[in-house]
């Protein structure tokens, strides 16, 4: 569809450009065989990073692109077309991590670890989540305590995207003492790396979906961590973390509307090949119904997220908006893909078609960063305010 480029500014277009030509050369061509193998591609890492797409929104002194969002949004929904798994990593490192530490972090902070994430030297990771605690995040249990200068961390934490790969670990951690248990004001922020003593690559999880990009847990034994890697305030973490997700809800829209794209062009490429009755399937007026409803859906949670990025690179967001975003972008992912499937018949239920992949790919949009419900909790709050 022309209009999704019809209202870029000259450097937008020419970002659009380079993440495509990118991905077709090194990524779309590897796609089905990195999700069959659930292999991660490490030298992605640098050539991201080259092409300075691992620093998109950071500012320039510190080696970022200092672009705005919408830009940054463009390229992940390229990126997200050709390979959801790549996207996944190149959004949780921009909106995530690299955020937290450039809205929070002190300069030798910035210039140890920020300048060499946005050159893609170090990859980036976001440790929040624990075994028992989803949704509810701040109900954390990984602790930490002080010895001197330092401080002595013990837990574990789940499902860390790209945790086999990350060079920077930003983790949230209680430092609060089981006498005094302040809930959300009691967790701080850390930058971990793996060369830390008692930091733990574990279990790497067998997922439906998103099978090139790794999700472990970590592991932290009595990990000894400097002092001056705390970010920002003490117990003041999970409000950093929270104002991070804003970013990362973001680009879980736009990955949701790339893999979205994907399977809409799949579907209407081969609606058009395929034939029943004499004739293109897409000349059945039921075909072409589906095709209409999957191109306004995906239309519409593009433009509600450039709309979204617009707001937040304004400084204007009001409560609920990323939320919505999110919300619109990730259910409409999955239901595109399940359409995808429909008119591919038994051939999209195979792994010769990329749809089933989308498809897997899609359902997680709706689980991290925030469940579907997690959001409408948001949204209704926000509403309910006015
Ligand atoms: C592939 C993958 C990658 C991930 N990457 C990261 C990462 O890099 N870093 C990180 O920190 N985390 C990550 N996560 C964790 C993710 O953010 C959590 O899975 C998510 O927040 C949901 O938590 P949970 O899985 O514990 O589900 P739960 O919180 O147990 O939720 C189970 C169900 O209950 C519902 N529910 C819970 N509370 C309520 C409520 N109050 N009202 C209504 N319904 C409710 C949920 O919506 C859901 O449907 C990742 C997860 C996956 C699957």
Redesign the pocket.
């Known amino acids: 569809m022309i209009h999704e480029l019809r209202d870029l500014t000259e450097e937008q277009f020419a970002i659009v450009a380079t993440a495509r030509a990118f991905a077709d050369e090194h990524v779309r061509p590897f796609s089905a065989q990195w999700d069959r193998d659930s292999h991660f591609e490490p030298s992605l890492i640098k050539k991201l990073g080259d092409l300075g797409f691992l620093g998109m929104l950071l500012p320039v002194e510190y080696d970022g692109l200092g672009l705005e969002a919408k830009s940054y949004l463009l390229a992940l929904e390229e990126i997200a077309a050709a390979d959801a798994s790549v996207a996944?990593m190149m959004s949780?490192h921009n909106s995530?991590p690299t955020q937290m530490l450039n809205a929070f972090g002190t300069e030798a902070q910035k210039r140890r670890f920020l300048a060499p994430m946005a050159r893609g030297e170090l990859l980036g990771?976001?440790?929040?989540?624990?075994?028992?605690?989803?949704?509810?995040?701040s109900a954390i249990r990984c602790q930490a305590r002080r010895e001197g200068d330092d401080w002595i961390v013990d837990g574990t934490?789940?499902?860390?995207?790209?945790?086999t790969h990350a060079g920077v670990v930003i983790a949230?951690i209680r430092t609060d003492t089981p006498d005094d248990r302040r809930r959300s004001k009691g967790i701080s922020a850390f930058i971990l790396t793996p060369d830390l003593p008692g930091f733990t690559v574990a279990k790497k999880?067998d997922?439906m979906?998103?099978r090139a990009?790794p999700?472990v847990q970590l592991v932290f034994d009595g990990m000894r961590v400097p002092g001056d890697r705390m970010i920002g305030v003490e117990g003041q973490g999970f409000i950093y973390a929270m104002q991070s997700l804003e970013h990362g809800r973001l680009g879980i829209a736009a990955q949701s509307v790339g893999i979205a794209r994907a399977a809409f062009e799949a579907a209407r490429d081969h609606a058009s090949e395929r034939k029943q009755f004499g004739q293109p399937i897409a000349e059945f007026q039921g075909i072409q119904f589906k095709l209409a409803d999957m191109a306004t859906r995906l239309s519409a949670a593009r433009a509600l997220l450039h709309m979204t990025a617009a707001a937040k690179d304004r400084g204007v967001l009001v409560p609920g908006e990323v939320s919505m975003c999110k919300l619109f972008a990730s259910e409409m992912a999955m239901w595109i893909t399940t359409q995808a499937i429909q008119v591919f018949g038994g051939y999209g239920y195979v792994k010769e078609y990329p749809v089933e992949r989308y498809f897997r790919d899609a359902k997680?949009t709706e689980?991290?960063?925030?469940?579907?419900?997690?959001q409408?909790?948001i949204i209704g709050r926000a509403v309910s305010k006015e």
């Not at 990771?125 to 995040?137: K, P, R, T, V």
């Not at 689980?367 to 997690?374: A, F, K, M, Q």
Request: avoid cysteine.
């Open positions: 996944v949780v995530l990771a976001f440790a929040l989540s624990e075994s028992d605690a989803g949704s509810d995040a934490k789940a499902w860390v995207t790209s945790g949230m999880e997922k979906g998103l990009s999700t997680v689980i991290y960063e925030g469940t579907s419900e997690v409408r909790i």
